[in-house]
Nanobody, 124 residues
Framework: QVQLVESGGGLVQAGGSLRLSCAASGRTFSPYAMGWFRQAPGKERELVASISWTSSRTYYADSVKGRFTISRDNAKSTVYLQMDSLKPEDTAQYYC?????????????????WGQGTQVTVSS
């Protein structure tokens, strides 16, 4: 079992920044691929960004490219999502996820473990 705990969500004005963190515990953090999903009310959950175990590969949804940056610190068993130039349409519940036995989480990938989520609200 792997437990994932997100933090860093909150309320921010459009154009502002937030950094989300996801701390993993339980079974070894490696070599899981990690990712951030989000779900807005009435919409399906979507993959926002993901990162490989070595950080050599990343994936970003088109809607966040150039604004969001995913990173990880394996020594701290933590993955981060730096969100800049936030827009009201980024408002959603953000979830951390992990999956073993793959290099990178992709939109069609399944997920082994989910965090409980953290709310991000961007006001206009």
């Amino acid at each position: 079992q792997v437990q994932l705990v997100e933090s860093g969500g909150g309320l921010v004005q459009a154009g502002g920044s937030l950094r989300l963190s996801c701390a993993a515990s339980g079974r070894t953090f490696s070599p899981y691929a990690m990712g951030w999903f989000r779900q807005a009310p009435g919409k399906e959950r979507e993959l926002v960004a993901s990162i490989s175990w070595t950080s050599s590969r990343t994936y970003y949804a088109d809607s966040v490219k150039g604004r969001f940056t995913i990173s990880r610190d394996n020594a701290k068993s933590t993955v981060y999502l730096q969100m800049d130039s936030l827009k009201p349409e980024d408002t959603a519940q953000y979830y951390c996820a992990s999956k073993g036995r793959v290099v990178l989480l992709l939109p069609t990938s399944g997920v082994d473990y989910w965090g409980q989520g953290t709310q991000v609200t961007v006001s206009s």
